[in-house]
């Protein structure tokens, strides 16, 4: 049986750590571990390590380190880089499963047509670290303040860098026909409910974005996210 996983910000280098509160909750009152018993931590940066609990406190919970173990980082850097939406829900839903298929940063973009809306940082982060940890992952992905689209194209460096966007063009293909198996590093830009001004496309692709398509059927901005984000990291496990 696997052991209990949580995550910590960081750990000091003594060996042990003492878990917030909320984690020591978890721990010592609703799994109602004990004394020597084992659990699993993560920084989020690749490291797990496998602890013994020598302090059962139920708000101060401490751990000894006994083992740490270290994931390398993902070969290929995928990064999504997409609208805030109307729906705080539909985007929370985004960064849940973004999370679970192993990107590696999300970028919250303020486009022409996005509709402003609060972010709240530590909740958005919140999610992440819940998902990384239902999908036994050790990388938590990037996630910086959102940024103005403009200000972002202008500074995005990748090997590949797309834009999925419904203008109709001849020469916009497939996604999957566009990705090089080779690129370290790939970029996709997703647009708000509404799609990307005319404007914003031409500007994007001035500085080297790739117009592509993602399927016949026009999707909803947390979809179109997912979607690319699914189908760039199973091509970059493609030999």
Not at 79 to 90: F, G, P, Y
Not at 206 to 217: C, H, R
Request: glycine residues 6%; proline residues 4%.
């Amino acid at each position: 049986m696997a052991l209990p996983f949580f995550y910590i910000e960081q750990t000091d280098g003594s060996g042990i750590v003492q878990l917030n509160e909320e984690t020591s909750k978890h721990v010592v009152q609703v799994l109602r571990m004990k004394n020597e018993e084992q659990l699993q931590l993560t920084d989020g940066k690749g490291n797990l390590f496998t602890c013994t609990i020598i302090d059962d406190h139920r708000k101060k919970c401490v751990v000894r380190i006994d083992k740490t173990d270290h994931t390398p980082e993902p070969e290929k850097k995928i990064t999504i880089a997409v609208s805030l939406v109307k729906n705080n829900t539909r985007f929370e839903w985004f960064l849940e499963k973004a999370t679970e298929i192993g990107v590696s940063s999300i970028i919250p973009l303020l486009c022409t047509r996005t509709e402003k809306q609060h972010f709240r940082t530590e909740r958005m982060k919140g999610i992440l670290v819940s998902a990384m940890l239902q999908s036994q992952q050790t990388w938590l992905p990037e996630l910086p303040e959102p940024v103005k689209f403009n200000v972002f194209i202008e500074k995005a460096v990748a090997a590949q860098k797309f834009i999925a966007h419904c203008e109709e063009e001849n020469d916009k293909k497939e996604l999957t026909a566009q990705m090089d198996g080779k690129a370290a590093s790939q970029i996709m830009l997703i647009g708000p409910e509404g799609d990307f001004t005319k404007e914003e496309i031409e500007n994007a692709l001035k500085q080297g974005f790739i117009p592509v398509s993602l399927g016949n059927t026009r999707l909803r901005t947390e979809t179109a996210g997912m979607v690319a984000a699914a189908l760039m990291v199973n091509h970059s496990y493609k030999k």
